[in-house]
């Protein structure tokens, strides 16, 4: 069925490393893509989104491109900080031509821990 | 701050109890989404209500319903209670019903069924 995937972790980088967070999608309406991040004992906070193929979301440093041809909505960020440690959500945000819409389909989450 | 309250921060209880989870949503916002979040399952939608009516629904168990009230506030009742339901439950909020839309979350209801 329609699904996101995401690596698992946990991922451990050192600050002022290279961020990549792989997440693909699977989807037969027309998906909108999302980035929430969770920081500890706090809700989600949406990060960045895009709406449709090769939009580019950013925020914060962090970017990601939607890429139709390869279903995928890679995380990146060029100098990660400690303050960015948390866990980082893909989620797939439907719509279909009728015009109804569903919740939001999530990964499993990625641990991002950065060590000083 | 998202803008989007949820009521009560933790709840503890017992197993064949139901319990009422409450969320405010953000003002001028007219959807709002439950979800659970659990280690085995992970983040997962429950249902839809927009103003007032629900909308779609997800993988909610016949024991939880919900509504949304004329304020558009929301309820989300969980009845017999069992030991796997213990989870986080989370309800967000949008301006629309779309799937373009960007969902607000609130800080979460920890419940823990004993």
């Known amino acids: 069925g329609d699904s996101v995937t995401q690596m698992e972790g946990p991922v451990t980088l050192s600050e002022e490393a290279f961020l990549t967070i792989n997440c693909t999608y699977t989807?037969?309406?027309?998906?909108?893509l999302f980035w929430y991040v969770q920081y500890p004992g706090e809700g989600l906070q949406l990060l960045l989104k895009?709406?449709?193929?090769?939009d580019k979301g950013s925020n914060k440093g962090f970017e990601a491109t939607y890429r139709k041809e390869t279903t995928s909505f890679h995380l990146e960020k060029g100098s990660v900080q400690v303050s960015d440690s948390a866990v980082y959500f893909c989620?797939?945000?439907?719509?279909?031509?009728?015009?109804?819409?569903?919740?939001?389909?999530f990964g499993k989450g990625t641990h991002l821990i950065i060590q000083p | 701050d998202s803008g989007v309250t949820q009521t009560p921060k933790h709840l503890i209880t017992a197993t064949g109890q139901r319990v009422t989870l409450r969320c405010s949503p953000r003002?001028?916002?007219?959807?709002v989404y439950w979800y659970q979040q659990s280690l085995d399952q992970g983040l997962q939608f429950l249902i839809q209500?927009?103003?007032?009516?629900?909308?779609a629904k997800g993988n909610i168990l016949e024991r939880f319903s919900a509504q949304q009230f004329p304020d558009l506030h929301s309820e989300l009742n969980l009845s017999s209670l069992e030991l796997g339901d213990s989870a986080l439950y989370f309800c967000?909020?949008?301006?629309?019903?779309?799937?373009?839309?960007?969902?607000?979350f609130g800080p979460g209801t920890r419940l823990t069924v004993l």
């Open positions: 989620a797939r945000g439907l719509m279909y031509s009728g015009g109804g819409a569903d919740g939001l389909t």
């Open positions: 895009a709406t449709k193929a090769d």
């Open positions: 209500y927009y103003n007032g009516e629900e909308r």
């Open positions: 003002s001028g916002d007219l959807s």
């Open positions: 989807a037969t309406g027309y998906p909108s």
């Open positions: 967000a909020s949008s301006v629309d019903s779309f799937g373009t839309d960007t969902q607000y």
